[in-house]
């Protein structure tokens, strides 16, 4: 079983920039991808960006040119992901969830970002 930890989050001004982390604990080392998703109220849960273990970077079309993922796989000692946010944008306000998947899919318990003059 893999626990997911997020750290960041917080209130932004539009065109700020946030920088979430996710730390993941328990069997880390059958983790194949990491990565983030949003839900919005009232919408659906969406795609942020995912990052494999090969490096492949996937990221939702609202978000691309302005998020970057980034991660830190060190096996069975250290699994972390970093989602760095920029230009953002009042539709950007979600719950940000981490996400992580090695035979099974595993989710963190979110972050707030809100985004507002």
């Known amino acids: 079983q893999v626990r997911l930890v997020e750290f960041g989050g917080g209130l932004a001004q539009p065109g700020g920039s946030l920088r979430l982390s996710c730390v993941a604990s328990g069997s880390i080392a059958r983790i194949n991808t990491m990565g983030w998703y949003r839900q919005a109220h009232g919408k659906q849960r969406e795609l942020v960006a995912t990052?494999?273990?090969?490096?492949?970077?996937?990221?939702?079309g609202s978000v691309k040119g302005r998020f970057s993922i980034s991660r830190l796989n060190a096996g069975n000692t250290k699994n972390t992901v970093w989602l760095q946010m920029g230009d953002l944008k009042p539709e950007d306000t979600a719950i940000y969830y981490c996400?992580?998947?090695?035979?099974?899919?595993?989710w963190g318990l979110g972050t707030q970002v809100t985004v507002s003059p």
């Open positions: 990052i494999d273990n090969d490096g492949t970077e996937i990221y939702g």
């Open positions: 996400y992580a998947e090695g035979g099974e899919i595993s």
